[in-house]
């Protein structure tokens, strides 16, 4: 049955709430990497609660149960083992607290035609007790096989860094069990914890989680462009290019221009991207 466009265009996904605290917040970084080495200060601001700050990828854990609230959408009869995220961004007026409870709601915003496949793009706003926005989430979902239904292609991409060498490079080591320990922040998806299932999307082993790679990214940029700044990343839109494999390292190169940093993101081993075209608004 194909996607009902005058259904799900503007649906409103269920609101609900959720809280965080220092654990919550040093969980979701060791995630992402940060705590190599143990004792470096810069590693530690991640890791212990004297003086904690917050990567602003974070903002994707909070909200993530109401943007898969999406597959139960009215009008969107698709089968979601063919669903892709294919691209992330988040929005920051500021800094993130370590401890808050907050409000999400969300919305379908954006449903474009791309001949093979639909993008649907869902929009979760979050607020805290005083309904102050937090930070805003838009995950692009790639919908194989439900295109063709004559609706707009959508927006471009993010565009492309720089033709010059890079002003940063990053190697991240991910460790053999990362992605394991990531899905502690929320997604459960077996594609990252059985061979198995993993098998069955066509990987021999399972693979690291997406918003796992974002977050690694994000760290890089903030501590090698951004002087470990985490108040200076003000909006950060990347597309996913590909997998990692947990045990693998990835090579995050950065240029910097005006107010922006593009990145990409590699695997040193295979060469392969996961990351990229990206760009990090700095304010």
Not at 13 to 36: C, K, M, Q
Request: a negative charge; hydrophobic letters at 40%; glycine letters at 12%.
């Amino acid at each position: 049955m194909p996607i009902d466009v005058d259904k799900v265009l503007g649906a409103e996904l269920a609101p609900f709430t959720s809280e965080w605290d220092e654990s919550r917040i040093i969980l979701y970084h060791l995630g992402v990497g940060a705590g190599n080495p143990p004792t470096d200060p810069g590693e530690l601001a991640y890791t212990y609660e004297a003086g904690l700050k917050v990567l602003p990828s974070f903002a994707t854990v909070p909200p993530f149960q109401g943007m898969m609230a999406v597959s139960q959408v009215e009008g969107l009869d698709v089968n979601l083992a063919l669903l892709l995220h294919g691209e992330h961004e988040i929005e920051l007026p500021g800094p993130i607290p370590t401890s808050a409870g907050a409000s999400h709601e969300g919305r379908v915003t954006g449903l474009y035609d791309k001949q093979k496949a639909a993008v649907l793009v869902v929009e979760v706003t979050t607020t805290d007790s005083s309904g102050r926005i937090l930070f805003v989430n838009r995950g692009s979902l790639f919908l194989r096989g439900e295109g063709g239904f004559g609706g707009d292609k959508g927006p471009s991409s993010p565009p492309g860094p720089p033709e010059r060498k890079p002003d940063h490079i990053v190697e991240s080591p991910t460790l053999p069990q990362q992605a394991l320990l990531y899905r502690l922040n929320g997604d459960r998806n077996p594609l990252h914890a059985d061979p198995a299932f993993a098998a069955l999307g066509g990987f021999d082993r399972p693979i690291l989680h997406g918003l796992a790679t974002y977050g690694i990214a994000c760290k890089a940029v903030v501590d090698a462009a951004l002087g470990g700044d985490v108040t200076k990343v003000s909006r950060y839109r990347a597309r996913f290019a590909g997998v990692v494999f947990p045990g693998e390292t990835i090579v995050t190169r950065m240029w910097v221009e005006d107010t922006f940093v593009h990145l990409e993101s590699v695997t040193s081993e295979r060469g392969a991207p996961v990351l990229g075209p990206a760009t990090v608004t700095v304010r």
